[in-house]
Structures are given as C-alpha cells and as structure tokens.
C-alpha cells in the first residue's frame, strides 16, 4: 500500500466532515479531491478517469425530467388527489400517502419524492389537529424501502446498477418481493404501535366539519399552480419511454445513463421550457458531490487500500456463501444508519467484487445483499439517507421539530425488522440457487 496515507488520511476526513455535516457535501468531497491533486497523489486526468460518468448522467437525465414535470403542475395535482381521497381518516393518510411515496420513489426517486409529499402531508395531520411527526417519519422510511425495488429509485442502487452492470429489470426481478413485504410490515408495525394516533374521527361532527374545510382550503393553495397539460402529457410520455428503455435494456443495448439523458433532451426540445430555469432545478451539488466520492474512493483502490480492507476484514469470514451474503446485508444496514449510504455503497463495490473472486455466488446475490442493506440501512437514523434529512429539515420548516433520538426511536425497530426480512428472503433465495 505504498503512497496510501495521504489519500486515507484524506478521505477519512471528508468522511467525517459529510457525517457531521460540517461542510456542503460536494464542498467536502471535491476539497480533498483537490488536495490529492495538488499534492500529486493522482494525476488530473487519471482522476477525472475515476468518475463514473454512467451513474451521472443517470441522475442527472431523471432529475431533469423530474423538474420539468414539477413545472407542469403534475405533483399539486397527485398531492391534492390523494388528499382528498383520505376524507381526513388518519390510517387512510398513512395507507394511500405511503402507496403513493413508494411508488413514486421506486420510478423517480425517493428525495423527490418526500419534497412533495411531506409539506401536504404536514398541512393536512396538522390542520387535523393531529401530531405529524410520525407521518413525516413514515414517509422518509416509505421512500427508502420503495426506492429500492428498482434501478433509479435510490441512490445506492444507481451506483451498484452502473458499476456491476445489474439492469433495471434485474432489480425490479430480484428485489421487488422483499420490498413489497417490507412495506406492508412497516405499514402494520406503525400502526399497531401509533394505534391512538390513528384513531377515526368519525364520531366527532366539529372535527369532519373542519376536516371539509381543510381539504377544500389544500385544493385551493396547491392548484395555485399553474397546470400545463401540454407539458405534464410530454414529460410523462418521455418518462414512461425511458422507463421502457430501462426494461428492454438487454435488447436496445443502450445504457440507463444515455437513456436517461437523451429522454432529457428530447423533453427540452419538445416541450419548449425555459431550459435556463429547469437546469437551477437539477441538484448538481448532488452530481459533484457523486463526482468527487468517486474519485476519492477510485484512488484508494488504486493504492491497493481497498484491497487490503477486503483481506484482512470481509475475506476474513471464510468462504461460506450463507456467512458472506449476511455479512454484507448487516454490515452494510448498520454502517449505512450511521454514516451516508453513498460514501459507504462507493466504498464497498470493490470489496464485494474481490470477495465474488474468491467465492464466486450465483444469481447475483451478493449484490442483492449490498443494495438491501444499504438502502434498508439508510432508515437507521435520520442521517442515514438523504431522504430522512430533507424529510427533517421540511418539517422544521414547518415548525415540526423531529430530534435524532425521535427519530430512532421510530426508525430503528423497522430497520431491524426489514433487514431480517432481506436476511430470509437472501438466504431463501441463496439456498435455491446453490
């Protein structure tokens, strides 16, 4: 591991930076990109070779389409239908409000998802005079596990996707039983331990009375969006092409990432937006943020750390397939509630490949075993996925305050609960291939 210090001395301490949350994320990640540069760790181009420019383009293409279907006015509408369907019932909320975040965060993806959902599902428990804090909890742990059934619904599962090579299809095939039953889990779990909280107000007349006034009041508010057809028709056309160039990837040959993009531009070109505006919607502190993780990570490969981690910690384990497929589902669940499953999925893909190299597992099942419990894990702790964070901050907002320890509290059982239903399904599905 000669000349690794520096690199790991380096990455440790963005690592710990994005952790705490000391500095902006991409801020973080492209400084000690730059300090390896300027200290001629690795040279520009070689580390400008490190980005893997498939998972960027993907996000980019989908966060591009996504801002020109908030424009259309599409979200108000799905955000007050919903709304109204609930007729103020509190389990009716927490049922179609979670079908709805994790549907949308299995085909967009999941930090969309809750910027939508969370501020009308605030306004609506709220001005129901009941407690939204844990509405708002469940939505960010809804998005996380439905953004996992798919290829671009979490970004741990863009990063596996894109460097291994797994297809949508392969995602949707292989991951959509466990997150189906994870969800009605989690559902039937909130509520037998909320069950006060989720009482109907049937019964009482004053309250159905106001009930009718806040939803007319959230129609009211929400469509004061302007809704262009023309636009949402198009972008949703684009989406679901681009969707169905996911699904026959295998035949078209092309990548998600230049599907992605190209259904972008193509939107651009159609619809006739300000493109200007939609570009100040794309998250590119995101993008960077991606950018640098990537080299960094890319750098200690090079340098052999990773190797010597995968040596001396997971090939450590032996070579029971059962041992290693656990292993990495709940060393990858528990890391991930505590530090940014990104940082941690970058890091880990090329430990995952040296120990199929030396136990090689049919099926793809290690892999499986890594975006479950990275995107599992993410509901750990409100630090644990990007989702949770933006969920917490929407609310403060809002004037909802959700501490850390509340957070937990909520999550931590859940997480536990849908690792082991990922730990059956894995060793079931282990078991049938071997």
């Known amino acids: 591991m000669e000349g690794a210090l520096i690199p790991i001395v380096v990455f440790l301490i963005v690592y710990v930076a994005?952790?705490?949350?000391?500095?902006?994320?991409a801020v973080s990640a492209l400084l000690g990109v730059m300090v390896l540069l300027i200290l001629h760790v690795v040279p520009e181009h070689e580390a400008a070779a490190l980005i893997d420019f498939e998972t960027i383009m993907?996000?980019?293409?989908?966060?591009?389409?996504?801002?020109?279907?908030?424009?259309?006015?599409?979200?108000?509408?799905?955000?007050?239908?919903?709304?109204?369907l609930t007729k103020g019932s509190p389990i009716k909320i927490l049922i179609l409000f979670s079908i709805v975040t994790a549907v949308l965060s299995?085909?967009?993806?999941?930090?969309?998802?809750?910027?939508?959902?969370?501020?009308?599902i605030i306004e609506l428990t709220r001005g129901m005079g009941l407690d939204p804090k844990i509405y708002v909890i469940s939505q960010a742990i809804i998005s996380n596990i439905g953004g996992t059934a798919t290829l671009i619904g979490d970004p741990p599962n863009i990063i596996i996707g894109s460097k291994v090579g797994l297809?949508?299809?392969?995602?949707?095939?292989?991951?959509?039983?466990?997150?189906i039953i994870s969800l009605i889990v989690t559902l039937l779990y909130i509520w037998l331990t909320n069950r006060e909280k989720?009482?109907?107000?049937?019964?009482?007349?004053?309250?159905?009375?106001?009930?009718?006034?806040?939803?007319?009041?959230?129609?009211?508010?929400?469509?004061?969006?302007?809704?262009?057809?023309?636009?949402?028709?198009?972008?949703?056309s684009c989406l679901a092409i681009a969707i169905l160039l996911f699904v026959t990837q295998t035949i078209t040959k092309m990548s998600p990432g230049v599907v992605a993009v190209f259904m972008a531009m193509i939107l651009f070109t159609i619809s006739g937006v300000n493109v200007e505006q939609m570009m100040e919607e794309v998250e590119?502190?995101?993008?960077?943020?991606?950018?640098?993780?990537?080299?960094?990570?890319?750098?200690?490969?090079?340098?052999?750390?990773?190797?010597?981690?995968?040596?001396?910690?997971?090939?450590?384990?032996?070579?029971?397939?059962?041992?290693?497929?656990?292993?990495?589902?709940?060393?990858?669940?528990i890391v991930s509630g505590f530090l940014d499953n990104i940082p941690f999925t970058i890091t880990m893909i090329p430990i995952v490949r040296l120990m199929l190299e030396a136990t090689p597992i049919p099926n793809n099942i290690l892999w499986w075993a890594l975006a479950l419990g990275a995107c599992f894990g993410g509901n750990l702790t409100m630090i644990g996925a990007s989702a949770n964070i933006v969920s917490v901050g929407m609310a403060k907002q809002a004037n909802v305050h959700i501490s850390f320890l509340e957070f937990m509290k909520a999550s931590a059982t859940i997480t536990i609960i849908t690792l082991i239903i990922a730990s059956v399904f894995l060793t079931s599905y282990l078991w049938l291939s071997l």
């Not at 993907?58 to 709304?83: E, P, Q, T, Y």
């Not at 297809?167 to 997150?179: A, D, G, K, S």
């Not at 993008?287 to 340098?303: D, M, T």
């Open 167 to 179: 297809t949508f299809n392969q995602f949707i095939v292989n991951l959509t039983i466990p997150v």
């Open 18 to 25: 994005i952790t705490l949350e000391l500095v902006n994320k």
């Open 106 to 120: 299995a085909f967009l993806d999941n930090v969309t998802t809750v910027l939508i959902i969370i501020p009308i």
């Open 198 to 236: 989720f009482k109907p107000i049937d019964s009482n007349l004053a309250k159905l009375f106001s009930v009718q006034l806040l939803l007319e009041k959230i129609r009211i508010e929400f469509l004061n969006t302007k809704i262009d057809k023309k636009i949402m028709v198009k972008g949703l």
């Open 58 to 84: 993907l996000l980019l293409g989908m966060m591009s389409i996504v801002a020109v279907l908030r424009k259309s006015g599409l979200f108000s509408i799905i955000s007050v239908k919903i709304a109204s």
């Open 284 to 333: 590119w502190s995101t993008l960077l943020f991606f950018a640098g993780l990537f080299i960094l990570v890319g750098v200690l490969e090079h340098k052999g750390v990773i190797e010597w981690l995968a040596q001396n910690i997971f090939l450590k384990i032996g070579d029971n397939p059962y041992v290693m497929v656990l292993t990495v589902l709940w060393v990858s669940g």
